[in-house]
């Protein structure tokens, strides 16, 4: 049913770090690898060595230059689907095949119900929804729900595929519903921010923003260095033939 | 948006298509339009063919349209699903005023009925497509208060100009359907322009900042992604230049609009069959420059997910 549960038990979900991000794709590769033969399986690759690559992926890392009066500075920023309090991606979804679930919150596709009419990415603002050609379905990130609830991963292993690959930890999985659950603590203490909240989707994800740079430069120790004196004799005579 | 022809086939036909089909019935119903076989007959069959050919145009739309029929269980939550409910739905009541109107000639006690039914049916219709592009928040173009009206003013306008080329076809016009057809053409017109007003003003609260949630300054897209076009650039980051943009809008003036205007206003003047000829032209240039005007309705609404991209 494409109604929303009034609540969710759990409110699971991502935060990303702007500040640590380096842009290096490795949770776009590591989605990809995961995913391609996972819940939402195959997310196809069209032409991939041709001309026109085209594919479905369900993360996209972009770069953005941020000018302020302080200065500018390269954001990396990962995108990808938020888990949206309010998806209109769900409501608007005519079979059914999109859903969000009551236990925690993810918002899934049913494969089989899906007709590809593709109105529920035109209702998604944040680009979350990719479609498949191939298969002629509607595809989206799945938070990984064969991963998270895995009983033949390794306990550490129960995390999206994602927030297994970040290098820099930019990335963290968790219940944003509990307040006392450490990546909540996280968003609290460094100011998460949601995307676009003047469009009321009232997203699950969070983005922590850049940290303030500090305005005082590093402090160097050293004497700055002075020129060398003209002295007499030998060496004096070969400075002074060498300056002309 | 990406105006994919299946979509704007689909809306502009449904429209004329519900648009006759309500006039016939109301105008039938109330025993405005006597019950004439032929009449009657032609009429029908180009409103329901007409929206048939939409319906079965918007299934081309489809990755899997043979999973079609599941669309007609959400109708508690998706406009999609209850226009679907809706445009099937309204063939019954129509279908039985077919009958009776057409092939037993009555138009009395339960054609009357069936008639009013299939009128409030297909206004029940175009409201449902309508609200499809209304509720969608990430499109400022249409997620407006301008969408919903202009898709029924559109669809009785379309509707009514059609009914009047067919009952000046069986000499059974009148100056009354005629002015009713110029007037709906004028406030179609009208309204269009009002839209177009109103769209080349709107300042869209969602930026390049509140997208990445970052604030203040400028945010700037240095790197995509990816190197090539992806589903979402090729479905919603669809662009078109403003020079295009401006003549398409006079083109779309003229077609829909002026012409029949000026076509229906002579009508008045014209004996039978030359009025009826004029009648015609006019639902036909309207028919082209309504489907222009749909085209335009997608190519110029911008998706928020653009702003990812760096376009503005």
């Known amino acids: 049913m494409t109604c929303l549960p009034v609540q969710t038990d759990k409110k699971l979900g991502l935060v990303i770090d702007l500040d640590t991000c380096v ?65 209109a991606c769900v409501t608007v979804c005519p079979t059914g095949a999109s859903y969000k679930r009551a236990s925690d919150g993810i918002v899934l596709v049913d494969e089989d119900k899906c007709i590809g009419c593709k109105l529920c990415s035109w209702a998604c603002p944040y680009g979350a929804r990719e479609f498949d050609t191939d298969v002629g379905v509607m595809k989206k990130c799945t938070l990984c729900v064969d991963r998270i609830y895995n009983d033949n991963l390794a306990e550490d292993d129960r995390v999206p595929a994602c927030v ?40 699950t994800n969070r983005y922590l923003p850049p940290r303030a740079r500090s305005q005082r430069a590093a402090k160097v120790d050293a004497p700055a260095l002075v020129p060398i004196k003209a002295e007499g004799g030998f060496l004096g005579w070969i400075d002074r033939m060498l300056s002309n | 948006m990406h105006p994919a022809f299946s979509v704007v086939f689909f809306t502009t036909a449904t429209g004329a298509g ?19 076989f032929w009449l009657g007959l032609v009429g029908m069959a180009l409103a329901l063919g007409v929206i048939a050919a939409g ?10 349209p043979e999973r ?50 299939a009128a409030a049916g297909a206004v029940m219709t175009v409201c449902t497509t309508g609200m499809i592009y209304a509720s969608l928040k990430p499109i400022a173009q249409w997620h407006s208060r301008y969408t919903l009206p202009a898709y029924l003013t559109f669809a009785a306008m379309t509707g009514s100009v059609l009914a009047n080329a067919l009952l000046q076809g069986f000499r059974q016009g009148s100056r009354a359907m005629l002015a009713w057809a110029l007037l709906a053409t004028l406030a179609g017109w009208g309204w269009k322009l009002a839209t177009w ?38 479905e919603m980051g669809f662009r078109i230049a403003r020079k295009h943009s401006a003549k398409l809008r006079r083109i779309t003036q003229a077609l829909a609009f002026a012409v029949p205007a000026i076509l229906l206003a002579i009508a008045f003047f014209l004996p039978w069959p030359l009025g009826a000829i004029a009648s015609m032209f006019a639902a036909g240039a309207q028919f082209a420059g309504m489907l222009v005007e749909r085209w335009l309705f997608f190519a110029e609404a911008k998706h928020t997910v653009t702003l990812y991209y760096g376009r503005e």
Request: net charge negative; aromatic share 10%.
């Open chain 2, 68 to 117: 079609a029929w599941r669309a007609f269980s959400q109708w508690r939550s998706s406009w999609l699903s209850r226009e679907g409910v809706a445009s099937v739905a309204t063939f019954i009541p129509a279908g039985l005023f077919g009958i009776g109107w057409v092939l037993l000639g009555k138009s009395s006690g339960w054609v009357a009925a069936a008639g009013l039914l």
């Open chain 1, 23 to 87: 842009g290096c794709q490795a949770c776009v590769t590591a989605c990809k690898e995961w995913n391609t033969g996972g819940h939402m399986a195959p997310l196809t690759d069209i032409d991939p060595f041709g001309g026109h690559v085209d594919g479905v992926w369900f993360n996209r890392v972009h770069a953005y230059e941020h000018t302020t009066e302080l200065g500018g500075r390269t954001v990396n920023f990962p995108r990808s689907c938020l888990h949206c309090e309010q998806p």
């Open chain 1, 164 to 203: 297994a690959a970040c290098p820099t930890s930019a990335r963290h999985f968790g219940d944003l519903g509990d307040p006392t659950s450490a990546i909540s603590q996280l968003v609290e203490e460094r100011g998460g921010v949601a995307l676009m909240p003047e469009l009321g989707y009232q997203p």
């Open chain 2, 197 to 234: 007003r109103y769209n080349d003003r709107l300042e869209i609260p969602t930026t390049a900042n509140t997208a990445t949630g970052l604030s203040g300054g400028t945010v700037r897209s240095i790197e995509w992604p990816h190197t090539e076009e992806n589903y979402l650039l090729k």
């Open chain 2, 55 to 64: 319906l079965l145009s918007s299934t081309g739309h489809l990755g899997r």
């Open chain 2, 18 to 36: 519900y648009g006759l089909l309500a006039l016939l019935g109301l105008l039938g119903g109330l025993g405005f339009i006597p019950a004439d």
